[in-house]
Nanobody, 124 residues
């Protein structure tokens, strides 16, 4: 079992920045990939970014490439999502998730555990 708790969401103006954190507890000694997804009102949950246990393999959605950066600190069992140049279309609930396979994957069904989400609102 892996428990995930997100934090760092909030309200920001377009062009601004936010840093999301996701703290993991439970089964944290085995290697696993971590990902971020988001869900806007009336839309399906979509992939944002993912990172392997080592941090060497990463993947991003095209919509956030060059603006968002995923990183992790395994000593603190925390994964981060640095979001810059935010746009109103980035408004969503952001979820972190754990993939016990440690593959860098982008499908929702690939992930085994999910956090409760944190709201990000970008005003124009």
């Amino acid at each position: 079992q892996v428990q995930l708790v997100e934090s760092g969401g909030g309200l920001v103006q377009a062009g601004g920045s936010l840093r999301l954190s996701c703290a993991a507890s439970g089964r944290t000694s085995s290697p696993y990939a971590m990902g971020w997804f988001r869900q806007a009102p009336g839309k399906a949950r979509e992939f944002v970014a993912t990172i392997s246990w080592s941090g060497l393999r990463k993947a991003y959605a095209d919509s956030v490439k060059g603006r968002f950066t995923i990183s992790r600190d395994n000593a603190k069992t925390t994964v981060y999502l640095e979001m810059n140049s935010l746009k109103p279309e980035d408004t969503a609930v952001y979820y972190c998730a754990a993939d016990l396979s440690n593959w860098v994957r982008t499908g929702r069904d690939d992930y085994d555990y999910w956090g409760q989400g944190t709201q990000v609102t970008v005003s124009s």
